[in-house]
């Protein structure tokens, strides 16, 4: 609730309370109090023939009364009686001279007995609906009590919106394919004469941090429309009937500020396919969804109003939504290249000091996988650290410690680590990092390091990727999977013992063996036939509890002998590639122990040197008297 919400029903709440009280309070006014003047006193009085007259008044609770008495001097006292017919047959009975009046029982009227309730209930009535209409226009249109119906939605003009293609990087072509919109919303005119109609909705479909939202306020900042933006979630309450009235508030209010652009965020929350799961057909969310079906597409006319939503979850929508007429267009947002990283580091840097070591080609390369949103952390981690240093540029060692830190954890300098988990961490990562170097497809090396990190780490090696590939090859897997290797089999050969660091490379590993086997097709034996099971896949849990493997006993006997198989061999090859490198194996393991963290150059100087040492060694001639 909003705070100046609380505080105004708790002013009128104390309003209330004080009127109560002062009725209260009256109503013990005009009760009888204590009087210094009493029945002795008027007995007194009589005797000493001090009084002239009594004016007698009853209560209504008989016999009851007040008495006023005047005396011959011209003053006047009052007293209470609780009995009237005493004073007036025993008390002034002996006093003939002294006049008496008595008055009949005061009895109010109606209107007059039901007046202070009538009052109190306006009262009441009136700070009821002064406070509605306070909490009404303070929190909005979704603020007024009992308006759970009301849209949620923000709206934002399209003049405030600082947003527009210049700032979205990386998506040149989504940035193509919504720009019809963006000249439809300018000039529709041109569109409707040469009979074409526009897109009613554009679903964009992408990792997290792709930037689907950034390119839909670009959208509205490009074509200077109202900008209607709420999530999926904000549509389903516990009250049936309410999202479905939101939905139907939300369009009204963009037809009466059309045209504009109603965007909205993690649709799969509302719009997930209909008759999944164990419950009903007629549950709050499937009411919500066919309401929205009928607002983009029905007997109704919703001209001028562009419906874009975004999602990573698209396998789940209901078919219904993504029909043509709907959503016409599937723009898929992906994650960026080598060249969109660089672009759109360039566009997070715009507003930060570079020093003159940084390369922004370099950094692109390094951050394959990584998303816009990834990015713009990146480079405002490197500018905190920069700022801890009292600088206002950024350096090279300022990116390479943000990268560590959002890529794999914060290094832990301080920890105090034994010599000999130093040494096994050591070795660990020098057998990896052999096998990124000499493997064709899974180098270079970039960082090896031995400083713990936040995530439990002893230790890492990070490769320098030369470009991002589209499809993963069964050369590249099968190497993917002797690199993780390495750890274990440094340790193995070294101290002839192996601990439980090499437990994520075993799961890795096994991963790639397995999705070779039953997904991709590269085993001889099982063919070119696809084995993966759709538990991880499977959202429904109504569709899980008939589930069921696709495949014999016999099969699965037959992956489980192909993944040993593939595991095997790597394990023997990249065995065999580590015990020829056993002297870099033990040079780079001392180097790390004595510095912690060694990058690129110095890695691959321990083989240039190892090489120009070979070629130094003299050739020895044999004589003709040797050879024979």
């Known amino acids: 609730m909003n705070k100046r919400t609380g505080l105004g029903f708790t002013f009128y709440t104390i309003i209330l309370l004080m009127v109560l009280l002062g009725f209260y309070l009256y ?24 009084v002239d007259s009594v004016f007698i008044t009853q209560n209504m609770e008989v016999p009851t009364g007040d008495v006023k008495v005047s005396f011959r001097l011209g003053t006047a006292k009052n007293f209470y009686v609780s009995d009237v017919n005493y004073i007036v047959n025993e008390v002034l009975a002996d006093y003939p001279n002294v006049k008496v009046n008595v008055s009949d029982v005061r009895r109010p009227g109606l209107l007059a007995t039901l007046l202070p309730y009538i009052i109190v209930g306006i009262i009441c009535i009136v700070i009821i609906v002064i406070a509605s209409n306070s909490a009404g226009g303070s929190a909005g249109a979704g603020g007024k009590v009992m308006s759970f119906g009301k849209s949620k939605a923000r709206m934002t003009n399209g003049d405030d ?57 670009a959208i509205a900042g490009e074509a200077k429309v109202p900008f209607f933006s709420i999530s999926g979630s904000d549509f389903v309450e516990m009250f049936v009937g309410v999202g479905a009235s939101r939905v139907r508030d939300l369009f009204a209010e963009a037809k009466a500020n059309s045209p504009c652009i109603i965007f909205i965020d993690e649709i799969d929350a509302v719009a997930r396919r209909r008759g999944s799961g164990l419950g009903g057909g007629h549950d709050e969310r499937e009411q919500t969804l066919n309401q929205m079906l009928v607002e983009m597409d029905g007997f109704g006319v919703n001209e001028g109003i562009i419906v874009i939503a975004a999602t990573n979850r698209a396998d789940i929508l209901d078919p219904a ?55 713009e952390n990146l480079m405002n981690e ?89 499809y993963m090859t069964k050369g590249k897997m099968l190497q993917d999977i002797k690199v993780s290797m390495g750890g274990r089999i440094a340790e193995e050969l070294i101290f002839d013992d192996v601990t439980t660091g090499a437990s994520q490379d075993i799961k890795q590993a096994t991963a790639y063996a397995r999705a070779m086997v039953t997904k991709y097709g590269f085993s001889d034996k099982l063919g070119f036939i696809n084995y993966e099971t759709q538990e991880d896949d499977e959202v429904f849990l ?34 065999r590639i580590i015990m020829e490198n056993m002297d870099i194996l033990h040079k780079c393991s001392e180097i790390l122990l004595e510095k912690e963290r060694i990058d690129q150059k110095e890695f691959e100087a321990l083989f240039e040197n190892r090489d120009s040492a070979d070629e130094n060694i003299p050739a020895i001639e044999l004589s003709p008297e040797t050879e024979a």
């Open 321 to 375: 939504i993504l029909r043509p007429g709907r959503f016409d267009r599937k723009v898929a947002v992906g994650r960026p290249d080598v060249k969109g990283r660089e672009d759109i580091l360039k566009i997070h840097t715009r507003d930060k000091s570079l020093a003159e070591d940084v390369n922004l080609h370099e950094i692109a390369r390094t951050t394959a996988g990584f998303a816009g949103a990834d990015l």
């Open 382 to 470: 490197a500018a905190i650290l920069a700022a801890r240093e009292d600088r206002k540029f950024i350096k090279k060692e300022d990116i390479d410690k943000a990268f560590i830190k959002v890529g794999i954890g914060t290094e832990k300098k301080s920890r105090l680590v034994p010599e000999h988990e130093r040494k096994i961490t050591a070795y660990h990562e020098t057998g990896h990092a052999i096998l990124f170097h000499l493997l064709p497809d899974v180098g270079p090396v970039y960082t090896v390091s031995i400083i713990p990190t936040g995530i439990g780490a002893g230790g890492y090696t990070m490769p320098l990727p030369e470009n991002d590939n589209t």
């Open 161 to 217: 919106i600082d947003v527009d293609f210049s700032k979205v990087a990386g998506l040149e072509e989504e940035k193509e394919e919504v720009k019809e919109i963006v000249d439809f919303l300018k000039d529709p005119g041109k569109f409707v004469a040469a009979g074409a109609r526009i897109p009613k909705g554009v679903i964009m479909v992408g990792p997290p941090g792709t930037g689907k939202t950034l390119l839909a306020k």
């Open 542 to 575: 109504g569709r899980d509890l008939g589930h069921a493997k696709p495949y014999g006993e016999a099969i699965s006997k037959t992956i489980d002998k192909e993944v040993k198989r593939i595991i095997d061999e790597c394990y023997a090859d990249a065995k």
């Open 27 to 50: 109503y013990q006014s005009v009760k009888p109090t204590a009087n210094e003047y009493t029945l002795n006193n008027f007995k007194q009085d009589l005797a000493d023939d001090n």
